[in-house]
């Protein structure tokens, strides 16, 4: 099991970029498919973006060419840079670890057996 605590949320306009960090502790962060989701006031939680253990990435489309992920696996921390963001982006971020499938990125959140406190993400139109 892996703890996972996110941090870089915040209130920014539109138009704006923010930095999310992830930090994980315990298990074997290098060996996990790490990923992003996020959920908005009643809406179930949606895939944003995911990384691999050898850095494959996948994004879903409405974040395609503004977000970007990415790792270091000898800082134990996975990162998402957001860019050119949207009020429809206002959501809590959550990171998350896959520890079983550690080569694909799975886009559902059952898939995912470890999971960040959140942070908050407030885009202002």
């Known amino acids: 099991q892996v703890q996972l605590v996110e941090s870089g949320g915040g209130l920014v306009q539109a138009g704006g970029s923010l930095r999310l960090s992830c930090a994980a502790s315990?298990?074997?962060?290098?060996?996990?498919?790490m990923s992003w989701f996020r959920q908005a006031p009643g809406k179930e939680r949606e895939f944003v973006a995911g990384?691999?253990?050898?850095?494959?990435?996948a994004y879903a489309d409405f974040v395609k060419g503004r977000f970007t992920v990415s790792r270091d696996n000898a800082k134990n921390t996975v990162a998402l840079l957001m860019t050119v963001l949207k009020p429809e982006d206002t959501a809590v971020y959550y990171c998350?670890?896959?520890?079983?499938?550690?080569?694909?990125?799975?886009?559902?959140?059952?898939?995912?057996?470890?999971w960040g406190q959140g942070t908050q993400v407030t885009v202002s139109s």
């Open positions: 315990g298990g074997t962060f290098s060996s996990y498919t």
């Open positions: 990384i691999t253990r050898v850095g494959s990435s």
């Open positions: 998350a670890a896959d520890s079983r499938h550690p080569l694909i990125i799975r886009t559902t959140p059952d898939n995912y057996d470890d």
